[in-house]
């Protein structure tokens, strides 16, 4: 599993700063989630001022 970035992501990039496995980065204009990388700790969901992380 892992968590995932929706469309509600204003692109403040916290997220990115944040994960402890550096599986959040810039793709095509908008932050995704490595799937391979994340270990699904919610530390992004917790400090997502706009809520659009989720998990899968
Ligand atoms: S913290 Fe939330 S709003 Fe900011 S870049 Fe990450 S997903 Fe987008
Ligand atoms: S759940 Fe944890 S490991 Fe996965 S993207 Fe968010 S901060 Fe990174």
């Known amino acids: 599993m892992a968590r995932f970035i929706g469309d509600g ?3 403040c990039g916290a ?3 944040t994960c ?3 599986a ?3 793709a095509e204009d908008r932050f995704q989630v490595d799937p391979d ?3 699904d700790c919610g530390v ?3 400090g997502c001022p ?3 992380i ?3």
């Open 9 to 11: 992501c204003i692109g």
């Open 15 to 17: 997220c990115e700063s």
């Open 20 to 22: 402890p496995t550096d």
């Open 24 to 26: 959040i980065s810039m």
């Open 37 to 39: 990388v994340c270990i």
């Open 44 to 46: 992004c969901e917790i």
């Open 50 to 52: 706009a809520g659009a």
């Open 54 to 56: 989720s998990e899968r």
